[in-house]
């Protein structure tokens, strides 16, 4: 019986040494992608476009994401900046930045209060949406961003690029939250720290075909996709843009193509209050749209302690010289995969968000570096706490989601 015990034990043990090599190899990948150049083929796609962008409340540092939306290195396109009301903070700060910029074709649209059983980002969206095909000005692509991302000047034009594959029905970028201090600390919190290791933990395992899934702050379709699979009707009582629009990839038989150029700076300043309702929120979505995906995020995150318990189990009982050694070796080799891992991630910031924000981010590469179970524990509680209810807070509104399109809003 000693013997079944030791070799499950070892079982596990060298389960959690191959997650930790996997995750090396899945952001050494990526950092591959994103030292080489696009294609040529990319690189001359330049359709007109109209970039959509929904606005709530007004975000750090927004008017220099303005610039960087409105000052886009790319031949023809339009802004279609949308918000709920004038009433909104950032109307104001919207109608100047347009000002600023004559040269950019550029409007706000009002999209007024959602439904009872509708998400404001997607009532906004498609109020976006329907007032470009009421306009029929002829853009052949339309992309989308959130108004918290920091775009580069040619962030534009690499997203739309790849749509020149027929295969390919949407394009994507992904976000990199950036800890930032709270106003009047000297640096970002412990939390924000761990949240931006937690969401870049992910950026390894997006890929280019079509198992992916889209992320609507950096993302991109051609005109005529979003009509043959009629977007609005799988956006209709929807909470989540990206996910539904993945799932419409999905019944198209067609890929989501990442884009690693198009990664986007995301300043974040969360305590842990901050984190628990993000990662909440974040999680319950996932588990409604996309349970496959939630089930293995648990299953990763559980593995991980399972594996490490396992080998401290057989240090401890010591049973087997041979174990014992194995063991050991596991230990090691995870801590040298977590310094690497570190490493990769380091590097794709470099070659995507440039050395300034490399140089930002190095108190969190720290952490991730030596602290790899605290955030992996974190993660598996906030996974554990998504687990159990429908509920979640948006931007200070409360919603129930019975369903990818099944949704209540609550105040």
């Not at 389960?15 to 696009?38: D, F, H, S, Y």
């Not at 929904?54 to 220099?64: I, S």
């Not at 991730?368 to 605290?374: A, L, M, S, V």
Request: charged share 20%.
């Amino acid at each position: 019986m000693n013997d079944v015990l030791g070799w499950i034990l070892i079982g596990l043990c060298i389960a959690w040494g191959a997650q930790a090599v996997l995750a090396v190899i899945a952001q050494r990948k990526l950092a591959e992608r994103a030292k080489n150049p696009q294609t040529e083929r990319f690189a001359t796609y330049r359709p007109t476009a109209a970039l959509i962008v929904p606005f709530k409340g007004v975000e750090p540092a927004l008017e220099g994401n303005l610039k960087g939306l409105l000052t886009q290195d790319y031949p023809d396109y339009r802004v279609v900046m949308i918000v709920e009301d004038e009433s909104d903070p950032a109307y104001p700060i919207l109608r100047n930045a347009i000002k600023q910029y004559p040269e950019r074709k550029a409007e706000i649209v009002l999209a007024g209060v959602a439904g009872p059983d509708e998400g404001q980002k997607v009532h906004n969206l498609i109020a976006a949406v329907e007032k470009l095909k009421t306009d029929d000005q002829g853009e052949e692509v339309w992309v989308f961003a959130d108004s918290d991302a920091v775009p580069g000047s040619d962030w534009l034009g690499e997203l739309v690029g790849p749509l020149c594959q027929e295969r390919t029905a949407v394009t994507t970028g992904f976000r990199w939250l950036i800890p930032e201090p709270k106003e009047g600390a000297k640096s970002a919190t412990f939390w924000a720290k761990v949240v931006s290791i937690l969401n870049s933990s992910t950026t390894g395992y997006i890929r280019r075909d079509r198992f992916t899934h889209a992320w609507g702050g950096s993302m991109a379709m051609r005109v005529s996709t979003a009509n043959e699979a009629d977007l609005l009707s799988y956006w209709r009582g929807a909470l989540s843009d990206d996910y539904q629009v993945t799932r419409m990839c999905r019944d198209l038989d067609r890929r989501v193509y990442f884009v690693p150029e198009c990664l986007v700076a995301s300043p974040v300043d969360y305590d842990f209050a901050g984190l628990s309702n993000f990662a909440f929120r974040q999680y319950v979505i996932t588990r409604i749209h996309a349970p496959s995906v939630f089930v293995a995020a648990l299953f990763i995150n559980a593995l991980y302690f399972l594996g490490m318990a396992a080998a401290i189990a057989t240090l401890i009982r010591a049973e087997s010289i041979h174990h014992t050694r194995i063991a050991t070796g596991i230990f090691i080799t995870v801590f040298i995969a977590n310094q690497i891992r570190a490493s990769y991630r380091k590097r794709v910031v470099q070659l995507t968000l440039g050395e300034d924000t490399a140089q930002a981010l190095q108190p969190t590469f720290t952490l991730e570096r030596w602290t790899t179970p605290i955030w992996f524990g974190v993660n598996l509680l906030m996974l554990l706490r998504a687990s159990v209810g429908r509920t979640i807070s948006w931007r200070n509104i409360r919603y129930r989601i019975d369903g990818p399109q099944k949704i209540q809003r609550l105040n």
